[in-house]
């Protein structure tokens, strides 16, 4: 019988879904289907009404002459229509075909035309969330090059076998239209995915079984590459094996004593941003990097386009031509994700609405501690592992109970680096689980014995805790609860992994149940690595590193029709770290709209992600994995600076306290603005000595010392620097409800003594061996409003609406951030907070994270913001920081892990 999904889609065509459409859909289904149970279509369907997308935003150095649009008439689009019916029959709407048709269109433009003879190189980039589209992104490139006219396609994918294969898969279905095995066999056989709508097939040399080999080759029947009518794929992992064949294959085709090969390179770097950059030094290039570069080389005309959410490491390519490395010198493009897509922001920014999905660890560090070896035995679970195993098999069962299409099922475990620790951790869950569905399959279901049963009880107590609201009865779940867990499997994911115990989620698609997982690795499962149907994740690594942290992080991307059950377990730290680069990731988009808008090149906005002080700690340790000391520049234009690690010694504090009473007794009279007190426009010198003079924390990355001269060098930089607009500083001290500052008195607007109330802040628990600093609640000391001060209701507005008006679609109903207002600053500020810590809340979900006043000492605490207006950024505007390997991992901002490979013994 026909797909009512299928039909469905066949019947909205190029329309987008509207609530109105979707109740004329359902109506004729009801005629066609009369005996089936619609429910669950309707659901799916729902889910993609209101779905919009928005086309990117890219930097062009200018020298590609656009050519796509004079051309686009002459091409016959045979691979992309056939890939746009693939996503039609997939439930993508026209809203996002549209969008993915624009993107692609766009980046094909910025990369050579493949009918302009003579040499050309082009080198791009393209960045896009994690998980959030970007391989149907580029198999629509892909598909979009091959109409065009390049005759050899090369997609380079990550480091494993397990993600080269999946990545293979994808484009069979999206590309090729055949199982690839078949074609390299010379078999004609059944169409899928895209080949259904059409009836060429291009030539393949990589399968989903085999990476590139020596023996493939016969597939092109000696036929040289010019002469093949049909573009020519390779889905190659990053390592030096396949790479060498490559290149060995391709200088076998060079005849009559060329030097290059004379037809077009197509080649997509999935993951740019792993293996692909020179972690050493030019002269003597990482061998992957070498490789590359040796591939893109064997051609005259190439283009080379890089994919990754995390662009770091591209941007710090040394972008000099003569080296002839990868850094992406043409082209820069920002792809949008639906609207339907869960990424960072929405999860763990608190406004977000995934933000509460987000469960505490605060138990796992005796079982998995930071720095444990192979040898750690995992002979228990914390409690929280097992309240997340426990979420998981309870999902499994309410997502049967409403008929989910996806039948794929899939948890995430991530605690350690070493594989021999990952099998340990294995073996304990698999006995777990064993015994969990064994009680499961005896007494759950029945009515009397369940409930004599403590850890059927605890399930329960479970369910109310995490799915009371989910719309399916308790009653219901225990009947259906071991038909949906009795298949689940534990597996290992990592280099060692067995082809048995792979996820080959391909091999259970049509089954009754799908493959249903529970997933234990490390960097393995991340990089690009999708697991279907994934929805609990279990998450305790201390990695700080902003590409490392955002990779690991694959509970990102689409959960239509499961996502209200999605949970995620991770400290509090942990969540903190993804919320920051989440805000990081959302400047540096903010960073190429406003470098699009006034058509600036790629290397600029190299410079921008450099100086960029949150982006400190990532170039650190990518620039010390060969050295033990690094120089770097940042630029704090337009930034906004906190201290939310504060010095714990209550000896220290009151220190702090007397330093700030004497700073602003200097001042003389303060002016009211609300219930602030500002001084205006106060000598740079008297802000730099008044910072000199406090302990700052050095966790507060932008007052990390100097390695040598151990000097502050953001406090230099506010005393000596030649910038007009930085002569003068605004000061400002807030208060909030607190208890009077004792300790702080100053003159106030009347020429009496004045002081100020604290402002409450609550302190979390830190973890075990971290010393010498207290840290607020969410990182969080300063409000959006401290950056309004002194601005004009009327600016305010204007900012607002300006801010707004910049992005509707995302932006609608949100408030402005504090960049907004620095950037209508005429003057620097300096915010001086008052903190008072306080209790936690008795009906805070997250309580158990926050210290209480009686374990944390002193009562009064300096915590301080800086707010940089705009000014021109140039090298003698940059702030420069010398930094020691061993003073970073002293203070905690650098990982023992951060220098050792993943999944190894």
């Known amino acids: 019988m026909s797909d009512p999904f299928l039909t469905a889609m066949g019947i909205i065509g190029d329309r987008d879904l509207t609530e109105e459409l979707l109740a004329e859909i359902m109506a004729m289904l009801a005629m066609i289907f009369k005996d089936m149970n619609l429910e669950p279509t309707r659901r799916r369907l729902e889910a993609m009404v209101g779905i919009s997308m928005s086309p990117g935003e890219g930097l062009t150095s200018g020298e590609n002459e656009p050519w796509v649009e004079d051309a686009k008439a002459a091409i016959r689009w045979n691979y992309w229509d056939s890939y746009v019916k693939q996503l039609q ?35 791009g980039l393209v960045m896009g969330d994690v998980q959030s589209g970007k391989t149907a992104n580029y198999c629509g490139l892909i598909s979009k090059a091959a ?44 169409a899928i995915g895209a080949g259904r709508f059409r009836d060429n097939i291009p030539n393949v040399l990589t399968s989903v079984d085999s990476d590139f080999l020596t023996a493939n080759q016969k597939a092109l029947k000696g036929i040289p590459l010019q002469n093949l009518g049909e573009p020519l794929l390779l889905v190659l992992k990053k390592n030096t094996t396949p790479l060498s064949r490559l290149i060995k294959f391709l200088k076998a085709q060079m005849r009559h004593g060329n030097t290059h090969l004379d037809v077009p390179l197509f080649l997509v770097d999935d993951e740019a941003d792993n293996a692909s950059v020179n972690a050493k030094k030019d002269e003597d290039p990482a061998k992957i990097n070498s490789l590359v570069r040796e591939i893109l080389g064997q051609f005259r005309r190439a283009s080379y386009i890089g994919y990754t959410a995390t662009p770091f490491a591209n941007v710090f390519i040394n972008p000099d031509p003569e080296r002839k490395d990868l850094f992406p010198s043409n082209f820069i493009y920002s792809l949008k994700a639906p609207s339907s897509y869960i990424g960072a922001a929405s999860i763990f920014f608190e406004d977000g609405p995934f933000y509460s999905q987000l469960v505490d660890i605060d138990d796992a560090a005796k079982t998995f501690p930071d720095k444990h070896t192979k040898e750690l035995e995992v002979d228990e679970l914390p409690k929280s592992l097992e309240d997340a195993i426990g979420a998981f098999l309870l999902s499994c069962a309410i997502r049967d109970l409403r008929e989910e299409p996806l039948r794929h099922r899939s948890m995430l475990i991530n605690v350690t680096r070493f594989t021999q620790v990952q099998s340990k951790l294995a073996d304990t869950v698999k006995g777990q689980l064993f015994i969990r569905v064994n009680e499961i399959k005896q007494y759950l279901a029945d009515d009397d014995l369940w409930s004599r049963h403590p850890p059927l009880v605890q399930l329960h107590s479970l369910f109310l805790e995490q799915y009371a609201g989910c719309g399916v009865d308790w009653d219901d779940i225990r009947r259906k609860l071991y038909d949906s867990v009795a298949s689940i499997k534990v597996l290992t994911i990592n280099q060692k992994t067995e082809a048995e115990d792979k996820l080959n989620y391909r091999q259970y698609k049509n089954s009754e149940k799908g493959r249903r997982v529970i997933a234990i690795g490390g960097l393995t499962l991340s990089r690009g690595l999708t697991l279907e149907g994934l929805c609990v994740s279990y998450f305790y690594r201390n990695s700080k590193a902003y590409d490392t942290l955002l990779q690991m992080g694959r509970w990102f991307g689409y959960r239509t029709g499961y996502e209200d059950l999605c949970r995620i377990w991770m400290t509090p730290e942990a969540q903190y770290w993804f919320a920051h680069i989440a805000g990081v990731v959302a400047e540096l988009r903010s960073d190429i709209r406003h470098m699009h808008l006034n058509r600036l090149p790629p290397s600029r906005f190299g410079i921008r992600v450099k100086s960029h002080p949150d982006t400190l700690l990532v170039t650190a340790q990518n620039k010390m994995r060969h050295s033990e000391e690094v120089e770097l520049e940042a630029s704090f234009s337009g930034r906004g600076i906190e201290t939310p690690f504060l010095p714990k010694s209550s000896i220290t504090n009151r220190e702090n306290v007397a330093v700030t009473d004497g700073f602003l007794k200097e001042l003389g009279r303060a002016e009211n603005v609300g219930t602030r007190f500002i001084w205006r426009k106060v000598d740079a010198v008297k802000v730099a000595s008044y910072l000199r003079s406090l302990t700052i924390f050095p966790l507060n990355q932008a007052f990390i010392p100097d390695s040598e001269t151990m000097e502050l060098p953001l406090v230099s930089f506010i005393l000596d620097n030649d910038v007009d607009a930085l002569q003068k500083w605004d000061v400002c001290v807030v208060q909030g409800d607190g208890e009077i500052a004792d300790g702080i008195v100053f003159e106030g607007p009347d020429g009496a003594p004045s002081q100020v109330a604290k402002r409450q802040r609550q302190f979390e628990r830190t973890r075990p061996g971290a010393s010498g600093y207290l840290k607020t609640n ?29 992005d509707l679609e995302e932006r609608a109903g949100k408030r402005a951030p504090g960049q907004a207002y620095r950037d209508v600053r005429e003057r620097p500020l300096l915010t001086i907070h008052p903190i008072q810590p306080s209790d936690p809340k008795s009906d805070n979900k997250n309580a158990k994270r926050i210290m209480p006043i009686s374990e944390i000492g002193p009562d009064l605490l300096i915590a301080i913001s800086l707010s940089f207006p705009r000014f021109d950024e140039t090298k003698r505007t940059s702030v420069r920081y010398r930094l020691n390997k061993v003073f970073l991992r002293n203070i905690g901002l650098l990982d023992e892990e951060e220098d050792a490979d993943e999944d190894l013994d």
């Open 778 to 806: 969410k990182q969080r000391v300063g409000e959006i409003s401290d950056e309004k001060v002194d601005l004009s209701d009327e600016v305010a507005k204007r900012v607002e609406e300006e801010w707004r008006n910049a």
């Open 89 to 123: 029959s997939q439930g993508f709407t026209s809203t996002v075909l549209r969008t993915i048709d624009e993107d692609t269109d766009n980046i094909l433009t910025e990369c050579g035309n493949p009918a302009i003879e003579g040499g050309w190189r082009i080198q």
């Open 147 to 190: 109409d065009a006219g390049y005759k050899v396609i090369v997609l380079l994918t990550g480091m494993i076998e397990e993600l080269r294969s999946q990545s293979q898969e994808r484009m069979d279905e999206g590309f090729i239209g055949q199982d690839s095995s078949e074609v390299i066999e010379g078999i004609r056989g059944k």
